[in-house]
């Protein structure tokens, strides 16, 4: 039997109360993976960001381990570039939204508001966010660096 996500969500709540862990307690994933979820970038394929120029969706047929997260990718030459040098096409902070990280803190990040600067790629929460993090992406880079990893504890 399933449980609704609500009731899953309060069960979990309660056990971590009972075990003597609160939610501000327990450090966030190094991988932002979404409530419930083990999919890093929501199900969309990081190196197609490089190769096709645009948020393409991965597919369960052709799916990764990797730092905790289950990664997904739209071919197998995709799965395999991912697996030679994962580091070259995951998103940085963990595919957090960077603006967030910039300011000292994680939020989700949408994979349709992505950046390629330098080389790497940046996921924003929103297209406003986005819009904010394009007037002073080296700045935001930075600030986010400085940050990353510290905003996970």
Same mark, same amino acid.
């Given at each position: 039997?399933?449980m609704?996500?609500?009731?899953?969500?309060l069960l979990?709540?309660?056990?971590?109360l009972?075990l003597g862990?609160?939610?501000a307690?327990? +450090?966030?994933a190094?991988?932002?993976? $979404?409530?419930?979820?083990?999919?890093?970038? =929501? !199900?969309?394929?990081?190196? +197609?960001?490089?190769? #096709?120029?645009?948020?393409v969706? !991965?597919?369960a047929k052709? #799916?990764? #381990?990797?730092?905790?997260?289950?990664?997904?990718?739209?071919?197998?030459?995709?799965?395999?570039?991912?697996?030679?040098?994962? #580091?070259?096409?995951a998103?940085?902070y963990g595919? /957090?939204?960077?603006? +967030?990280?910039s300011?000292?803190?994680?939020?989700k990040? =949408?994979?349709? /508001?992505?950046?390629?600067?330098? $080389?790497?790629? /940046?996921?924003n /929460?929103d297209a406003?966010?986005?819009?904010r993090?394009?007037? =002073?992406?080296?700045?935001?880079?930075?600030?986010?660096?400085?940050?990353?990893p510290?905003?996970?504890?």
């Amino acid at each position: 039997m399933l449980m609704n996500p609500i009731r899953l969500s309060l069960l979990l709540l309660f056990a971590m109360l009972f075990l003597g862990v609160s939610p501000a307690m327990a +450090a966030k994933a190094q991988i932002y993976t $979404g409530f419930l979820s083990s999919q890093a970038v =929501d !199900g969309y394929d990081p190196v +197609a960001y490089f190769t #096709e120029g645009r948020p393409v969706e !991965g597919s369960a047929k052709f #799916e990764t #381990e990797y730092q905790g997260a289950t990664w997904r990718f739209a071919s197998q030459e995709n799965l395999a570039r991912f697996r030679a040098d994962p #580091e070259s096409y995951a998103p940085r902070y963990g595919g /957090y939204c960077a603006w +967030a990280v910039s300011q000292g803190y994680t939020a989700k990040a =949408d994979p349709k /508001y992505w950046r390629i600067v330098g $080389g790497k790629l /940046y996921l924003n /929460y929103d297209a406003s966010v986005q819009r904010r993090w394009a007037q =002073d992406i080296p700045g935001f880079i930075r600030g986010a660096d400085g940050n990353w990893p510290k905003v996970l504890e």
